[in-house]
């Protein structure tokens, strides 16, 4: 790709976790970003010592919204996403920003990856940040992309029950958008559906859109949520609905199983 090629890309904020087994956070976006074309700008939020099996230490860097801001002042961003969020300090610093972008000249949408636990099972949000979360991130008006696990926690709904019941998952991610959030993508990877991943598109006002897909055999990838909101962020960059880039994020997600298990 050539300079000015490279200059014509759509311009996304990656705000994220530094994963040091390079399998999720802020390596996954940039993969994603690569992939779908668009010039991404990372931001870290924390640095992680962690592998498959365990997460060993999170640092969180209090300085990350300084430097996210900054590239919110250049003007150019078309598209902000945030991944992990590590503390309550840096889930009110978010919803600052989303709501200043949101508020400007120019309204930056944003997309939120809620980043609750790890894949091994280490809580990066407690009940406290769960609240804080509720109280501050959701009425900033981000775009959500929660699996089944994070829909049932941010909304008090019962894990089982928006499982097995394609309504209770539409009043769940329904009581996200009054609770603020622009549109959900629940995302139904981790989901009962059998050889079909569902995922549910919401927006205020519409009717639900399921985009379903082939769920793909063996075993999945690590930050493969990462990489569908980092997708599904450069997809809404470059003008696409949000039902389209959630297939197009969707895809890339499933393409990047197969790759891994092949």
């Known amino acids: 790709m050539s300079r000015a090629d490279a200059a014509s890309l759509p311009e996304v904020l990656l ?6 087994s390079g399998g999720a956070g802020l390596d996954a976006d940039r993969e994603a970003a690569l992939a779908l074309e668009c010039a ?3 931001v870290a939020s924390a640095i992680t010592d962690q592998d498959l099996f365990e ?3 999170v640092e969180e860097r209090m300085m990350w919204a300084g430097e996210a801001e900054a590239h919110l002042d250049g003007g150019q961003l078309a598209v902000m996403k945030f991944g992990l969020l590590p503390g309550v300090a840096s889930i009110v610093e ?10 400007g000249a120019r309204r930056i949408p944003a997309v939120v990856d809620p980043v609750i636990k790890a894949s091994s099972g280490y809580r990066f949000w407690s009940d406290r940040e769960i609240v804080q979360a509720r109280d501050s991130l959701l009425v900033s008006g981000p775009i959500l992309t929660p699996n089944l696990d994070e829909l049932a926690e941010l909304t008090w709904s019962d894990r089982a029950e928006i499982d097995r019941s394609p309504d209770a998952r539409v009043q769940a991610a329904d009581r996200l958008l009054r609770a603020g959030v622009s549109g959900v993508v629940a995302t139904g990877g981790h989901g009962s559906d059998g050889e079909v991943v569902r995922d549910l598109v919401l927006e205020p006002g519409a009717e639900p859109i399921w985009v379903d897909r082939p769920r793909v055999p ?11 909101a980092a997708a599904l962020a450069c997809g809404l960059a470059r003008g696409a609905p949000l039902a ?3 297939r197009t994020a969707g895809d890339f997600v499933s393409g990047r199983i ?3 298990n092949s």
């Not at 978010?94 to 508020?103: E, Q, S």
């Open 244 to 246: 389209e880039a959630a």
């Open 40 to 42: 991404s700008h990372e």
């Open 94 to 103: 978010a919803a600052r920003l989303i709501a200043r972008g949101r508020h």
């Open 55 to 57: 997460v060993r230490r």
């Open 258 to 260: 197969r790759e891994s």
């Open 218 to 228: 063996g075993e999945g990838i690590r930050g493969s949520g990462c990489r569908f």
């Open 15 to 20: 705000v994220g976790g530094v994963d040091s």
